[in-house]
């Protein structure tokens, strides 16, 4: 589940940039003809790491080959059409929120994250009976990264934990 279920003002106005029929189609073909230097700034910027002396050039240089290709691009700007679609999160908030059966669920958030405001933790927590919600100080969007020991551990956990009031 995407933070857009909760849609701010970046949200909105990516999803609009996105949706425009001119622009929102033709992303993918302008994203794969720039410059490797040009893609790999644009890694560079976006992704978000809490040290971002973590991130090697090996990585940048991974996240930037995605964009190489016109489909892996096209590719990349549908996952961001369809994951930033507010009407469609809207109704899978309702959904979860009516549901009686959810399974336990797990919201690991950073305080520090850029790319989904951490205000959507508690949201989520609400909204998501049976979940909990973990904040992970000293760190950004991508937990694994930052914190890959804890993040490890707090899911280990809370599978044992699971199993253990399912049974």
């Not at 700007?77 to 809207?90: D, F, G, K, M």
């Not at 993040?151 to 199993?163: G, L, N, P």
Request: no cysteine.
């Amino acid at each position: 589940m995407h933070a857009p279920g909760y849609p701010s003002a970046r949200t909105k106005a990516l999803h609009a940039l996105l949706g425009a029929p001119l622009l929102g189609g033709a992303l993918g073909g302008l994203v794969s003809r720039v410059s490797h230097a040009t893609r790999r700034t644009f890694v560079a910027k976006n992704v978000h790491y809490h040290a971002p002396e973590m991130m090697s050039e090996e990585e940048v240089d991974q996240y930037a080959r995605i964009f190489e290709s016109l489909e892996g691009a096209r590719v990349f700007t549908r996952i961001l059409r369809e994951s930033l679609v507010p009407s469609e999160h809207a109704a899978l908030i309702a959904q979860a929120r009516a549901a009686t059966d959810l399974p336990p669920t797990l919201l690991l958030f950073a305080r520090e994250d850029v790319m989904v405001p951490p205000a959507f933790g508690p949201m989520f927590e609400r909204d998501l009976a049976g979940s909990r919600l973990v904040w992970f100080d000293d760190a950004s969007h991508f937990l694994q990264v930052d914190a890959p020991e804890r993040t490890v551990r707090e899911i280990f956990d809370f599978d044992r934990e699971s199993a253990t009031l399912s049974t």
